[in-house]
């Protein structure tokens, strides 16, 4: 079986980076309930879940480099044109590895297999048109290890 994400016609647009680096994401993720933004207390660039108030916090080793970032996979229908909706997918995460790990989960199909799947077991049977992946990603030296599906949530259109 194929994973593919239909984002609808030609005019989609792919956005990497975070809201604070870029005035697009920011308004583009005014509603979204989950976004990549620096805490205070935490010192550091955390995912935000803005519905709940929980924050997901990378991970640092004993001496105090990171060893967890997240990325996050923000798909949206932006509004609809005479020729059907008009898509968008952003890209962001804590630290350049969480922004590549977000983008190579969402190329991959065995990760899509596995978003499907945690679709399933909520009872949707589609890709829907409007969803948020947190992916867990791990890094040396700058350089992405590896990265997995962490939690997702589902947009309203």
């Known amino acids: 079986m194929r994973y ?11 956005l990497f980076g975070a809201p604070v680096d870029s005035d697009a994401i920011t308004r583009s993720m005014e509603k979204a309930p989950l976004l990549v933004e620096y805490e205070p207390s935490a010192r550091d660039f955390i995912i935000r879940d803005r519905a ?3 924050n997901i916090i990378p991970e640092k080793g004993a001496n105090g480099d990171f060893r967890d970032v997240y990325g996050l996979v923000t ?3 932006t509004r609809e044109s005479d020729r059907g909706p008009l898509g968008m997918i952003i890209f962001s995460g804590i ?6 790990g977000a983008a190579e989960f969402f ?6 297999k596995h978003l499907w799947e945690a679709f399933a077991r909520e009872g949707i049977h589609d890709f829907r048109r409007a969803y948020q992946v947190v992916v867990r ?3 040396s030296n700058s350089l992405l290890l ?6 997702h949530r589902i947009l309203k259109d």
């Not at 630290?95 to 590549?100: D, N, V, Y």
């Not at 190329?107 to 899509?112: E, I, R």
């Open 95 to 100: 630290t350049s590895a969480g922004t590549q």
């Open 75 to 77: 798909v949206m229908n």
């Open 146 to 151: 590896s990265y997995e599906y962490h939690s």
């Open 4 to 14: 593919d994400v239909h984002l609808g016609p030609v005019e989609s647009a792919i």
């Open 52 to 54: 709940n108030g929980q």
């Open 137 to 139: 990603c791990t890094f």
């Open 107 to 112: 190329a991959s199909s065995g990760s899509l």
